[in-house]
């Protein structure tokens, strides 16, 4: 029996297409169902390899606290081999690190169980009697990782490789000096939106509200230049500058050679952006917490900080604010028993469409393409 009280389902084209189903966004069981097809099989982002950078040396992680919350580590062995494994002692289930540093060998505090930098089984006492003892399954499991310079991505169960996700937006950007920046912290923090999480998704796809919403913003872009660009598993947005605005000073090498570009807007399905400004790049996670609740990591990493307060990349806190705003009202909305679905605009909401498409793919009501 259907759980949900509407089919999801997007026609491909967008001139026909009817917007996602009002229960989306506040239906328990579809929630819980896009925790398991949607997020248990993507690839997230688990902040930067600084803590590991060193052979000996592993760091502690979560992968989506709140709604995921697998524990994981990074490991970095005497090899120079970096990995994520999980952080569950294969015995009872204990959590192995919890705290960040340099070690030779991962011990179990709870029984003593050792393992290798490698989540290779090392040691266990009192086992001399356990047949077929220690089995691969004794071993820490590996998690598929993935890096972005010094960005690193992880995934439970992918349901494509990183390089299907990330490639387009990695290659137009392949002239950024990921591995030169420095994290910010001062820079970045977390919001706390009550909407959800999908809603944020779909507010970030489009430039359509910047005129209405971002009146600030709004001056440093030139909205009728305003472009959209849809991959397989991404979308990328191109904020043009208006006149005497702060722009890239592109290399010939760079695609966009020539443009006034302001800001590259990023996102890779289903909750991740990458924004890239002339300072440096903003990389926001977009974390569910419940069907009306939601968490948004702002990490920040600048390498020219002398234009962090100009342009298209200037208030970002504001910004974020405004959409906050906007966003908690559309979640009040609906909610309405009046509201089932709307249209899209063909000219701005392209990416909200394709988003759209991609969760309908994932959800078993549609291919996505």
């Known amino acids: 029996m259907d759980p949900f009280e509407t089919d999801f389902e997007i026609d491909d084209d967008i001139r026909r297409a009817s917007t996602a189903p009002a229960d989306l966004y506040h239906g328990a069981a579809r929630f819980e169902h896009l925790r398991e097809a949607v997020f248990a099989r993507s690839w997230q982002f688990v902040g930067d390899v600084d803590g590991v950078r060193a052979p000996g040396h592993v760091e502690p992680l979560t992968l989506l606290p709140g709604f995921l919350d697998e524990p994981l580590l990074l490991a970095r062995d005497a090899d120079d081999e970096l990995r994520c494994l999980s952080n569950v002692c294969t015995h009872r289930g204990n959590l192995l690190v919890e705290s960040g540093g340099r070690c030779q060998v991962l011990r179990c505090r709870y029984h003593g169980r050792r393992f290798g930098l490698d989540g290779r089984f090392v040691s266990m006492p009192e086992f001399e009697e356990a047949e077929s003892f220690p089995s691969p399954s004794d071993d820490l499991p590996q998690v598929p990782l993935a890096l972005w310079g010094k960005l690193a991505f992880a995934a439970l169960d992918p349901a494509q490789g990183f390089d299907e996700l990330a490639g387009p937006l990695r290659r137009r950007l392949a002239w950024l000096p990921l591995d030169e920046l420095s994290f910010e912290p001062t820079r970045s923090r977390d919001y706390l939106v009550r909407a959800h999480w999908a809603l944020y998704v779909e507010n970030y796809l489009e430039g359509f509200h910047v005129p209405f919403v971002h009146p600030g913003l709004s001056k440093s872009l030139d909205y009728a230049a305003y472009a959209t660009e849809l991959d397989r598993w991404s979308v990328l947005q191109l904020g043009i500058a208006a006149a005497g605005e702060e722009t890239f000073d592109l290399p010939a090498s760079s695609p966009d050679h ?33 069907p009306d609740r939601t968490k948004v990591l702002f990490r920040t990493y600048v390498h020219d900080p002398a234009r962090l307060e100009s342009g298209a990349g200037a208030a970002l806190d504001r910004v974020e604010r405004e959409d906050e705003a906007i966003v908690e009202t559309v979640q009040r909305g609906v909610r309405s028993r009046l509201y089932r679905r709307g249209r899209y605009s063909p000219t701005r909401e392209q990416g909200v469409h394709h988003f759209h498409r991609l969760l309908a793919e994932a959800l078993g009501g549609g291919d996505g393409r």
């Open 258 to 290: 020539g443009r006034r570009v302001a800001a590259y807007y990023g996102w890779l399905f289903p909750n991740t952006m990458v924004n890239a400004y002339p300072w440096g790049i903003s990389v926001n996670v977009v974390q569910p917490l419940a």
